[in-house]
């Protein structure tokens, strides 16, 4: 089974910024798609970013200009580096991988997920 371990969630003020990792425990060259996505009680879990397998991205129109992700598969790793964030951000934020290209996916299609990481952005 492929692990995957998120880290670098925390409280910031609003305008400030936070380097989210995740870690698979397998090479990631494997994974067409890699993404982040976030969840908030009572709302559905929603996309942020995703990232193909050649370093092509998309983001949530809600996350534009602010938020890059990445993906290094030499460390196996994918990471969320989130700027100028907003109290609206504030979720618990996951990552997740599948063997599909990206454009063939939905969120709940991926098939690894990671645990999550919070995030909480205040006034």
């Known amino acids: 089974a492929v692990r995957l371990v998120e880290s670098g969630g925390g409280s910031v003020q609003a305008g400030g910024s936070l380097t989210l990792s995740c870690v698979a425990s397998?090479?990631?060259?494997?994974?067409?798609?890699m993404g982040w996505f976030r969840h908030v009680g009572g709302k559905e879990r929603e996309p942020v970013a995703t990232v193909s397998l050649g370093g092509e991205p998309t983001y949530a129109d809600a996350v534009k200009g602010r938020f890059t992700v990445s993906r290094e598969n030499r460390e196996n790793t994918l990471r969320l580096q989130m700027n100028s964030l907003k109290p609206d951000d504030t979720a618990m934020y996951y990552c997740?991988?599948?063997?599909?290209?990206?454009?063939?996916?939905?969120?709940?299609?991926?098939?690894?997920w990671g645990q999550g990481t919070q995030v909480t952005v205040s006034t």
């Open positions: 397998t090479s990631t060259y494997s994974f067409h798609c």
């Open positions: 997740a991988v599948d063997h599909k290209y990206c454009s063939d996916l939905m969120p709940a299609m991926f098939r690894y």
